[in-house]
């Protein structure tokens, strides 16, 4: 088909209309917010950097060495969001531009993280992680989708004000189930969960 030139009967198609058609069911016990931020996997981590720093005007919040992220990490924001894109180097040179490390969306309330893990539970879907990672100390699940993506489900992203503090290293709480991460907030999270049944 030339350029420029639209598929009107490709779009009146049954596959396209089967495909638009498609909603979530009603009863969720979750509801994805947005879209909170993306990994991305890079070949030369300072270069990558300076480009979303000084070229698109992203401002760094935290950066791990090699020894806490193989190839290192380095955490940036647009906004008051701790981060809304991350990058890890140590991608192979024949895979730019197709490395995402993961893709996370957030939730409004702790309760709705611990609902989606049940969920995910129940369909099957195999967990990677749940609790809180460090830099940015969200509360978060973990998992695959079918192309064998890693996606997170999370809450309680630290946020940034005007002045540019981050939280400090010391203060971060990694804890390596959701149930840890409710009992050992860090300073100012407050992990309050309103349905205690959810809580096993």
């Given at each position: 088909?030339?350029?420029?030139?639209?598929?009107?009967?490709?779009?009146?198609?049954?596959?396209?209309?089967?495909?638009?058609?498609?909603?979530?069911?009603?009863?969720?016990?979750?509801?994805?917010?947005?879209?909170?931020?993306?990994?991305?996997?890079?070949?030369?981590?300072?270069?990558?950097?300076?480009?979303?720093?000084?070229?698109?005007?992203?401002?760094?919040?935290?950066?791990?060495?090699?020894?806490?992220?193989?190839?290192?990490?380095?955490?940036?924001?647009?906004?008051?969001?701790?981060?809304?894109?991350?990058?890890?180097?140590?991608?192979?040179?024949?895979?730019?531009?197709?490395?995402?490390?993961?893709?996370?969306?957030?939730?409004?309330?702790?309760?709705?993280?611990?609902?989606?893990?049940?969920?995910?539970?129940?369909?099957?879907?195999?967990?990677?992680?749940?609790?809180?990672?460090?830099?940015?100390?969200?509360?978060?699940?973990?998992?695959?989708?079918?192309?064998?993506?890693?996606?997170?489900?999370?809450?309680?992203?630290?946020?940034?004000?005007?002045?540019?503090?981050?939280?400090?290293?010391?203060?971060?709480?990694?804890?390596?189930s959701l149930e840890e991460a409710?009992?050992?907030?860090?300073?100012?999270?407050?992990?309050?969960?309103?349905?205690?049944?959810?809580?096993?």
């Amino acid at each position: 088909m030339p350029r420029g030139v639209i598929d009107l009967e490709g779009l009146k198609s049954t596959a396209v209309k089967e495909l638009s058609q498609t909603t979530p069911p009603a009863g969720l016990p979750f509801d994805i917010k947005k879209l909170g931020h993306v990994v991305l996997k890079v070949r030369d981590l300072k270069r990558s950097v300076d480009f979303y720093t000084r070229v698109l005007g992203f401002r760094v919040s935290d950066v791990y060495p090699e020894s806490m992220m193989k190839g290192g990490m380095v955490f940036l924001r647009v906004n008051t969001d701790h981060h809304c894109l991350a990058l890890v180097g140590g991608a192979e040179s024949d895979s730019a531009g197709r490395e995402v490390h993961h893709v996370a969306f957030e939730v409004a309330t702790l309760d709705e993280v611990l609902r989606a893990r049940e969920h995910l539970r129940k369909h099957r879907v195999k967990i990677e992680f749940d609790g809180r990672r460090r830099a940015g100390c969200q509360v978060a699940v973990e998992f695959r989708d079918p192309d064998n993506h890693v996606v997170e489900i999370y809450w309680g992203l630290d946020q940034v004000g005007s002045d540019g503090r981050v939280r400090p290293p010391e203060e971060w709480r990694e804890e390596l189930s959701l149930e840890e991460a409710i009992a050992n907030p860090p300073p100012g999270q407050h992990t309050t969960v309103h349905d205690k049944s959810l809580l096993k």
